[in-house]
């Protein structure tokens, strides 16, 4: 597992958590935080690709602490923002497929 990638996540997302732009505030981090976890024991549980999934858990909520006017759309903005992001990270392009 790429720890470098998970680790950058959890400061990318904790930066965009405490900005003014990020209307939800600290809650909003927590909650990723606890998602993050959860999808871990659950990938463990369910033979799923670990990685995938924490790197999945930490992305979801990335539209909506960017920019509270992407909220009403953020899973279509997020899906954008997250392959834009883990491209720039040189993320395995096979495991981030955009529809």
């Not at 597992?1 to 809650?27: H, Q, T, W």
């Not at 690709?49 to 979801?60: G, P, Q, T, Y």
């Not at 720039?88 to 096979?94: A, E, F, I, M, V």
């Amino acid at each position: 597992m790429r720890g470098d990638i998970l680790e950058y996540l959890r400061n990318e997302i904790y930066s965009r958590c405490v900005k003014p732009a990020n209307k939800f505030g600290m809650g909003c981090y927590y909650h990723i935080e606890a998602v993050v976890k959860n999808g871990e024991l659950l990938a463990q549980r369910y033979g799923a690709d670990k990685e995938i999934v924490m790197i999945a858990s930490w992305l979801h909520d990335i539209a909506s602490i960017t920019d509270y006017g992407l909220y009403e759309n953020h899973h279509i903005y997020g899906a954008e923002i997250a392959y834009d992001l883990l491209t720039q990270l040189s993320y395995d392009k096979s495991k981030i497929p955009f529809c």
